[in-house]
């Protein structure tokens, strides 16, 4: 695992920018996987300026996303169809149908599920995934106790996701129960990963997934097998990995 502490969530975005920027100039034919959340916004916001100063083309790219939450449709701002529409897709050259989302209002799950892993692997697979990390150590929705060995699956989520993500929607009621995630076996297939995480909140899970047994109860563990692993971390997120190397 390589890691990489930077001064500040803008350093960590242009950092995160640079690997994804180095990926799509070397093959224009990547296939991306994409993450959600706070954390990659600024990375978004970076790669759409290298687009638009720079002539980093994104056309003839695939995306998947990680992840959707169940019964909600692409056109509700706190699905992530809409989040991705918004920060990246709509920004940048890369048409509609090279973007994958889990169709998550569809009615049979299982099918959709099996559709999406098919469709990664006719795709060749992911060669560079991007993940944030949760409080609890979740890649993806793969919440603390997930199989390892699971594939794009239906998830309860996890209480203390549902608090956290609650700052996203009208009141905690609102957040969805369940989504559909790429399993950890779909994300540790990737050919590489490259995982970022800001802020203090963080700095306990980041030092458990660098330091920490490898278990399911800290899904983010599995990581430290992965044979090609770049995290890049603002101070705050790695502010533990200093302190306890000062002390050791
Ligand atoms: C999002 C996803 C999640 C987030 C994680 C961290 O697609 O899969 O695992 O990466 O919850 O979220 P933020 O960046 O909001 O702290």
Known sequence: MKVIVVSSYDELSISAAEVIEHQVRVN??????????????????TLVKKHLEEKLDFSRVTTFNLDEYCNIEPSNPQSYAYFMK???????NI???????????AEDIEAVC????????SRGGIDLQLLGIGRNG??????PGDSFKSDTHRIKLDERTIKDNARFF???????????????KTIFSAKK????????????????????????????????????????????AAALLERRRTFN
Do not use: C, W
């Open 138 to 143: 979740h890649i993806g929705f793969n919440e």
């Open 86 to 92: 918004e920060n990246f897709f709509s920004k940048v």
């Open 114 to 121: 099996m559709a999406y892993e098919n469709k990664i692997s």
């Open 193 to 236: 990963i490259l995982l970022i995480a800001s802020g203090v909140d963080k700095a306990e899970i980041i030092y458990e997934m660098i330091h920490g047994q490898v278990r399911p109860a800290v899904p983010a563990t599995i990581l430290q097998m992965h044979p090609d692993v770049t995290v890049i971390l603002d101070k705050d």
């Open 28 to 45: 224009p034919f990547s296939v991306l996987g994409l993450a959600t959340g706070s954390t990659p916004i600024g990375t978004y916001r």
């Open 95 to 105: 048409a509609d149908h090279m973007t994958n989302l889990p169709e998550s209002h």
């Open 170 to 184: 009208k009141s905690i009621d609102d957040v969805p129960r369940y989504a559909i995630s790429m399993g950890i």
